[in-house]
Nanobody
């Protein structure tokens, strides 16, 4: 089992940028798909982005062109660069890891075996 720790959340202005990090410990997750999901109050956990071990990235339509997911396997860390933040982006952001990989679609939330505790992103106007 891998332990995941998210960091980098906080308060950001509309239109601003923030970078989230997800760091693994316990074992390497360099061969896993790592995904970012977010959950706003009263809403379901929603897919944001995912990246395969080889760097193949997937994005939700709502963040495509604004967010970038990347990974540094040497550091066992996956990043989510959030640019042009919008009022609809605030949520608790979670990262997850899974061995399940597909070439055309990212794993769904139920397929992730390990999750972090989440990091809060708040957006001010």
């Amino acid at each position: 089992q891998v332990q995941l720790v998210e960091s980098g959340g906080g308060l950001v202005q509309t239109g601003g940028s923030l970078r989230l990090s997800c760091t693994a410990s316990g074992r390497t997750f360099s061969s896993d798909v790592v995904g970012w999901f977010r959950q706003a109050p009263g809403k379901e956990r929603a897919f944001v982005a995912a990246i395969s071990w080889s760097g193949n990235a997937f994005y939700a339509d709502s963040v495509k062109g604004r967010f970038t997911i990347s990974r540094d396997n040497a550091k066992d860390t996956v990043y989510l660069q959030m640019n042009s933040v919008k009022p609809e982006d605030p949520a608790v952001y979670y990262c997850g890891a899974t061995h399940i990989t597909r070439s055309t679609n990212p794993p769904i939330a139920e397929e992730y075996s390990d999750w972090g505790q989440g990091t809060q992103v708040t957006v001010s106007s």
